[in-house]
């Protein structure tokens, strides 16, 4: 973070009237401020304590592209607790700040996809589509190998159909088996292994 130092008295950090007015009144203020402290690594509490107070979606993406800008392991911890929000909107940035950070939410894939919430669990689907394909099959694999919803196996295999290797063949046979008497996961299972196979030839 930078600092700068006068002729007396010990160095100031320059970017704490940024974060002083991310609690301003004035809306233009907070988004200047939140778009000032973008890749300020020092900022995350500031800003992760920001995002839970604003109220303005314009502000609001600010933040998350701030902090999504961090890029490291406090944003993403700032950022995760929104995936549970009851704004559609702001589940939705949360998601796509998320998936451009594939190797920072890398630590937090498998707690997400054991979640005891299935809409979390069907979220963090989305979160392994820009991961590297390997890792992104083996978590999405471990899910379904044990998932009972439908649907979040439904939204593990849609992600997988684009990014998943030949190695995730077993387990979309496997859940083809367990959930013949829901007709729509077996077509997309077949569409998963078409594509997954034409891949592999």
């Given at each position: 973070m930078?600092l700068?130092?006068?002729?007396k ?8 009237p940024?974060r ?6 004035d809306?233009?203020s907070r988004?200047?401020a939140?778009?000032?402290?973008s890749?300020?690594?020092?900022a995350?509490?500031?800003l992760a304590a920001a995002l ?6 314009r502000?609001?993406?600010?933040i998350?592209t701030?902090l ?8 993403v911890?700032?950022i995760l607790?929104?995936l549970?929000?009851?704004?559609a909107?702001?589940?939705a940035?949360?998601i796509?700040?998320l998936?451009?950070?594939p190797e ?17 669990r069907l979220?963090a689907?989305e979160?392994a589509r820009n991961m590297d394909?390997?890792?992104a099959?083996f978590l999405l ?5 044990r998932e009972?919803?439908p649907?979040?196996c439904?939204?593990?295999?849609d992600v997988?159909?684009?990014?998943g290797?030949?190695q995730?063949?077993?387990a979309l ?6 959930f ?6 077996p077509?997309a299972?077949a ?8 891949a592999?030839?």
């Amino acid at each position: 973070m930078p600092l700068v130092r006068g002729s007396k008295g010990p160095a100031r950090d320059v970017d704490t009237p940024h974060r002083a007015a991310l609690d301003s009144p004035d809306a233009e203020s907070r988004w200047m401020a939140a778009r000032a402290l973008s890749g300020d690594p020092a900022a995350v509490p500031a800003l992760a304590a920001a995002l839970g107070r604003e109220p303005l979606p314009r502000v609001r993406e600010a933040i998350m592209t701030a902090l999504m800008r961090i890029g490291n392991a406090a944003s993403v911890e700032a950022i995760l607790p929104y995936l549970r929000s009851q704004d559609a909107g702001l589940r939705a940035a949360a998601i796509e700040a998320l998936q451009s950070l594939p190797e920072a939410i890398a630590p937090f894939m498998a707690p997400l996809l054991s979640d005891g919430d299935s809409d979390v669990r069907l979220l963090a689907t989305e979160l392994a589509r820009n991961m590297d394909a390997a890792e992104a099959t083996f978590l999405l694999c471990g899910l379904i190998e044990r998932e009972q919803h439908p649907n979040v196996c439904a939204a593990a295999i849609d992600v997988l159909t684009e990014v998943g290797t030949p190695q995730a063949l077993p387990a979309l046979e496997s859940c083809a088996v367990r959930f013949a008497d829901t007709p729509f996961l077996p077509f997309a299972i077949a569409v998963a292994i078409a594509r997954i196979s034409g891949a592999e030839g």
